[in-house]
């Protein structure tokens, strides 16, 4: 199946991602056309860094990976309590949901793109 190309920019990301929530440390985002089996984004925490791999998908598609990766930033940055947690456990579930559910009433997403 081949995706339309839109004009997603990296800026545009990183306006949407800050729409759906201020955080309390700044990030990066970096958007390639890249297309990896089995990775459509990357968080690197210590750089505070964003990668999205836009080269599968749509707009549409590359914002639900970035708000994932921003769910990761939010969860490292502002939730984490130190100790070992698992990077997709309970508490970064409840913050990708929650962004989600701003992002869809924002109207980023359609409700249906959630749950593919």
């Keep these: 199946m081949q995706f339309p190309k839109l004009d997603m920019t990296a800026e545009k990301l990183k306006a949407i991602l800050l729409d759906i929530y201020q955080p309390k440390v700044d ?4 958007l390639t056309d890249r297309k990896y089996r089995r990775r459509l984004g990357t968080y690197y925490p ?3 860094l964003i990668y999205v ?13 970035a708000i994932h990766e921003y769910a990761h930033h939010i969860h490292f940055t502002e939730r984490s309590s130190g100790a070992f947690e698992k990077s997709h456990g309970y508490e970064f579930r409840l913050i990708h949901k929650a962004l ?8 980023y997403l359609g409700r249906s793109s959630i749950f593919k």
């Design 46 to 48: 210590v750089r505070h």
């Design 100 to 107: 989600l559910a701003i992002a869809e009433s924002k109207g």
């Design 27 to 30: 990030f990066s985002i970096v």
């Design 53 to 65: 791999h836009g080269g599968w998908g749509d707009d549409i598609m590359n914002i639900g990976t």
